[in-house]
């Protein structure tokens, strides 16, 4: 099975921008995985901001973008707010098989 | 509304099996695949389980296949997770999620709050 790798841990100022990655060990992060980005607050389900790499929810605050870069799936946070302090994870597709990358805790301080 | 009310989580002894439900209300529940995610306590989110609109295909985590069954109930608006033959390491919040469409369909945007089981004996 494949394995979807995160920064463990972000910090960033409020009002600062801060980038997320999501990468797999079968090589490039492509639109083919259908990456899609989560975030979760402790004691809460979680909530979904993008898909298909970029595409954004009704629901999806602005300031938050999804993208391919470095061969890896991005979720940047611009402008970021104390509500934005969360686990975040990704996810991608590999053809029949889903796979959750481990999660990066963001620490907005 | 969408909502996704997950039930059927508790305390079971190692080996012994349990069926979660998930009730769902507020669109049109035939319509749509569904999905088993789950969470151990303090760790990350494993996708668990698929299944599509009419019940007629599965997916599965390859560590969990064979062990968990998902299967709905269209007539009743309610989704399944089967689990057998249990270990600790099963011990997490099961949510169970379903897809946004616009265009496509993308899975899993709808999340339910989860019900809680733990392997324990």
């Known amino acids: 099975q494949a394995v979807v790798t995160q920064e463990p841990s972000l910090t960033v100022s409020p009002g600062g921008t801060v980038t997320l990655t999501c990468g797999s060990s079968?090589?490039?992060?492509?639109?083919?995985?259908?990456p899609y980005w989560f975030q979760q607050k402790p004691g809460q389900a979680p909530r979904t901001l993008i898909y298909?790499?970029?595409d954004k929810y009704p629901w999806t605050p602005a300031r938050f973008s999804g993208s391919l870069l470095g061969g890896k799936a991005a979720l940047t946070l611009s402008g970021a707010q104390p509500e934005d302090e969360a686990e975040y994870y990704c996810?991608?597709?590999?053809?029949?098989?889903?796979?959750f990358g481990g999660g990066t805790k963001l620490t907005v301080l | 509304e969408v909502q996704l009310l997950e039930s059927g989580g508790g305390l079971v002894q190692p080996g012994g099996s349990l069926r979660l439900s998930c009730a769902a209300s507020?669109?049109?529940?035939?319509?749509?695949?569904m999905s088993w995610v789950r969470q151990a306590p303090g760790k990350g989110l494993e996708w668990v389980s698929d299944?599509?609109?009419?019940?007629?295909?599965?997916y599965y985590a390859d560590s969990l296949r064979g062990h968990f069954t998902i299967s709905r109930d269209n007539s009743k608006n309610t989704l399944y997770l089967q689990m057998n033959s249990l270990s600790v390491e099963d011990t997490a919040v099961y949510y169970c999620?379903?897809?946004?469409?616009?265009?496509?369909?993308?899975?899993?945007?709808?999340w339910g709050q989860g019900t809680l089981v733990t392997v324990s004996s």
């Open positions: 999620a379903r897809p946004y469409c616009s265009g496509g369909c993308y899975s899993p945007s709808y």
């Open positions: 507020g669109f049109t529940f035939s319509s749509y695949t």
């Open positions: 299944i599509t609109d009419s019940g007629g295909i599965t």
């Open positions: 079968t090589g490039t992060v492509t639109s083919g995985h259908y």
């Open positions: 298909d790499a970029s």
């Open positions: 996810l991608l597709s590999y053809g029949a098989s889903r796979v």
